[in-house]
């Protein structure tokens, strides 16, 4: 029995058996390795189930993880796995939760996730979105109390596949990491923004980004020996820039753990005051709108849970300019594209190509993690009972 009550060995020996036929990779540079994504995701499903997941949520939680390590976001990744089981075990998200209905119409529901999985809440209230959309030309759904909803950019995926056009503001409920433009006290989360448009049978043009200048988990990377966040990524108290994951977390030498609660210091809003205000807009959409709180104290409750709210509005192209959208668009990207380079190595990308392309390039040839990293996922695993699969710590 694992520490929550739930058999884990049917799980593990299918993991351990799709696991064993995927071996590291050779010539890693020093202090990382890759996997392969069909392997990781399955030890990361069986630490999930062991951990108390049923099984079609460890699978969609270790889907999803993965799935942003592909697409190089990797501050939204399998980085998370320890965090992710802590606030599990400690009931501040909750595992086989679904959707409760506070408020519809036709067009528009506001809806609770029980503080359920974010991989397993943030689905359904897409799915709820993309139906509506279908029946009305246009929808909007209010999410409120959902675990960590991982890459808003997911979801904006998830309903162009659909044909509909998306725009997400997320917030996050006592999630204060980021000061506001002009001050050092935090203020914000990181309040990420996303917007899907559908250009099938090509891929869809997807932009999905924090309002900070990187995102948490980017500094959370960083400290465990990834690549450096920018020089003016954070502020400390005196208004000096930082680009050290101490400014966040505090002491981190000696110690898998990251609380971004510790630090003294904040994330710094991208754009000035322009990520700064549409920072407070997202507080104020996915935050007050939905009724699921702020990062602030305002409607703060007992405690100190932290969730998701997402503020998300679904357009059917049909009830526009259907017939000419679609090739306007596309010959729009192409003229965009066709602007002369700045470098003479340079390139101009559309929205979503740079994930589209990494995630080509880590399908084939594995996705990399920091050593430290996949410590701290091997410590979380081994914390459950789950045995440690067949790869190598380092190269």
Same mark, same amino acid.
């Given at each position: 029995?694992?520490?929550?009550?739930?058999?884990?060995?049917?799980?593990?020996?299918?993991? &351990?058996n +799709?696991?064993? /036929? %995927?071996? #590291?990779?050779?010539?890693?540079?020093?202090? @990382?390795?890759?996997?392969?994504?069909?392997?990781?995701?399955?030890?990361?499903?069986?630490?999930?189930?062991?951990?108390?997941?049923?099984?079609?949520?460890a699978?969609?939680?270790?889907?999803?993880?993965?799935?942003?390590?592909?697409t190089g976001?990797?501050?939204?990744?399998v980085?998370?796995?320890?965090?992710?089981v802590?606030?599990?075990?400690?009931?501040?998200?909750?595992?086989?939760?679904?959707?409760?209905?506070v408020?519809?119409?036709?067009?528009?529901?506001?809806?609770d996730g029980n503080?359920?999985?974010?991989?397993?809440i943030?689905?359904?209230a897409?799915d709820?979105?993309?139906?509506?959309?279908?029946?009305?030309?246009?929808?909007?759904?209010?999410?409120?109390?959902?675990?960590?909803v991982?890459?808003?950019? &997911?979801? +904006?995926?998830? /309903? %162009?596949? #659909?044909?509909?056009?998306?725009i997400?503001? @997320?917030?996050v409920?006592?999630?204060?990491?980021?000061?506001?433009f002009?001050?050092?006290?935090?203020?914000?989360?990181?309040?990420?923004f996303?917007?899907?448009?559908?250009?099938t049978p090509?891929?869809?043009?997807?932009?999905d980004?924090?309002?900070?200048?990187?995102?948490e988990?980017?500094?959370?990377?960083?400290?465990?020996?990834g690549k450096?966040?920018p020089?003016?990524?954070m502020?400390?108290?005196?208004?000096?820039?930082?680009?050290?994951?101490r400014?966040?977390?505090?002491?981190?030498?000696?110690?898998h753990e990251r609380?971004?609660g510790?630090?003294?210091?904040?994330?710094?809003?991208?754009?000035g005051?322009?990520?700064?205000g549409?920072?407070?807009?997202?507080?104020i959409?996915?935050?007050?709108?939905?009724?699921?709180?702020t990062?602030?104290?305002a409607l703060r409750?007992?405690?100190?849970?932290?969730?998701?709210?997402?503020?998300s509005?679904?357009i059917?192209?049909?009830?526009?300019?259907?017939?000419?959208?679609?090739?306007?668009?596309?010959?729009?990207?192409?003229?965009?594209?066709?602007?002369?380079?700045?470098?003479?190595?340079?390139?101009?990308?559309?929205?979503?190509e740079?994930?589209r392309?990494?995630?080509?390039?880590?399908l084939?040839?594995?996705?990399?993690?920091?050593?430290?990293?996949?410590?701290?996922?091997?410590?979380?695993?081994?914390?459950l009972?789950?045995p440690?699969?067949?790869?190598?710590?380092?190269?």
């Open positions: 029995m694992n520490p929550l009550g739930k058999t884990k060995e049917s799980v593990l020996s299918q993991a &351990e +799709a696991l064993a /036929a %995927a071996p #590291a990779m050779p010539d890693l540079p020093e202090g @990382a390795l890759t996997i392969g994504a069909d392997a990781l995701t399955a030890f990361i499903a069986a630490i999930f189930r062991a951990a108390g997941c049923d099984a079609p949520e699978g969609r939680i270790a889907a999803s993880l993965v799935s942003a390590n592909l976001h990797d501050s939204h990744g980085v998370r796995v320890p965090r992710y802590h606030v599990l075990g400690l009931g501040q998200v909750r595992a086989g939760q679904t959707l409760t209905i408020s519809e119409t036709p067009a528009h529901a506001l809806v503080f359920g999985f974010g991989q397993t943030a689905p359904l897409v709820l979105g993309i139906a509506k959309a279908k029946n009305t030309g246009i929808a909007v759904i209010g999410l409120r109390n959902a675990g960590h991982g890459r808003i950019g &997911e979801w +904006a995926e998830r /309903a %162009a596949e #659909a044909g509909l056009i998306s997400h503001f @997320a917030n409920f006592n999630g204060e990491l980021v000061a506001p002009g001050g050092v006290d935090r203020r914000f989360s990181t309040n990420p996303s917007v899907g448009v559908p250009l090509d891929p869809p043009l997807l932009l980004f924090a309002t900070s200048v990187v995102a988990g980017k500094v959370l990377v960083a400290s465990n020996g450096s966040v020089d003016d990524a502020i400390e108290p005196d208004g000096r820039f930082s680009s050290d994951p400014t966040i977390y505090g002491p981190i030498e000696g110690t609380n971004p510790a630090g003294l210091g904040a994330l710094r809003a991208f754009g005051h322009k990520g700064s549409l920072a407070f807009m997202c507080e959409l996915a935050g007050c709108l939905t009724a699921g709180g990062s602030g104290p409750g007992p405690g100190r849970r932290i969730a998701n709210g997402m503020l509005i679904y059917a192209p049909g009830g526009f300019a259907s017939e000419t959208f679609a090739q306007a668009a596309r010959d729009y990207a192409a003229y965009v594209k066709a602007s002369r380079p700045a470098l003479p190595v340079g390139e101009v990308l559309l929205p979503g740079p994930e392309r990494t995630r080509a390039e880590r084939k040839n594995g996705v990399p993690l920091q050593a430290r990293t996949w410590e701290a996922i091997l410590a979380t695993a081994r914390s009972g789950v440690a699969p067949p790869f190598p710590l380092s190269p």
